[in-house]
């Protein structure tokens, strides 16, 4: 699986001239202090909180500290102030990659297709593009069809890390009014996700709110 370095360095030569924090954080990303790196990355965000580039590599710094949710929510950020749909595809490719490394195959060819829609010619995005496919075919082999028949009379699953990512980033939506905007986030993240079985109250009532504003 490609890892997430394939975009690193374009971002983080870019965002060295936005502030002295900036510089710092890369400083100590590419010495391998991440921790150190994320807490700078978040200084530099408190200073220029309009910047997408300082969001993915907060989320590059946390990825490499295994904070899968948070990295998820960094990335998200740096999706929503970004423009460009090749930057967007960079965000989703990240993500995907992140997923992938923790086996969440199905989630990650969620994202892995999301790159290839804003960016049909990234290579590296196709390439794990069929091989998280490849993974959650096995994957599926292996469950059997049984899950999915008992599935409603099974108690909610414990929700993921990226199910909470998508969670948060949906209360964030509501919170600025966007509520049918966080309904269909939850269910993009539901399809790929199950664990988003969790949340079924919070997307019920997020739809009873969409609908009424509809009307």
């Excluded at 297709?113 to 993974?135: I, V």
Aim: proline fraction near 4%.
């Amino acid at each position: 699986m490609k890892k997430l370095f394939v975009y690193i360095l374009f971002l983080m030569i870019s965002v060295a001239a936005v502030a002295n924090d900036g510089r710092e954080a890369n400083k100590a990303y590419e010495a391998g202090n991440y921790e150190e790196a994320e807490r700078l990355y978040q200084a530099a965000i408190e200073q220029t909180p309009e910047d997408a580039r300082l969001y993915f590599n907060l989320g590059n710094a946390q990825a490499k500290q295994g904070k899968v949710e948070e990295a998820i929510q960094s990335f998200m950020e740096f999706r929503g102030l970004s423009s460009s749909p090749r930057e967007k595809a960079k965000a989703e490719y990240n993500i995907g990659t992140m997923l992938a490394e923790n086996q969440q195959w199905k989630p990650a060819v969620t994202h892995f297709r999301n790159a290839l829609k804003l960016n049909p010619e990234d290579p590296e995005a196709k390439h794990n593009f069929e091989r998280a496919m490849a993974e959650q075919k096995k994957e599926e082999e292996q469950e059997g069809d049984d899950q999915q028949e008992n599935q409603e009379n099974q108690p909610p699953p414990e929700p993921s890390q990226y199910a909470l990512a998508m969670k948060k980033q949906a209360e964030k939506l509501i919170a600025e009014r966007k509520y049918d905007q966080a309904y269909n986030l939850m269910q993009q993240a539901l399809e790929a996700d199950e664990t988003v079985r969790a949340f079924n109250d919070f997307i019920e009532r997020t739809k009873n709110v969409s609908d009424i504003n509809e009307n």
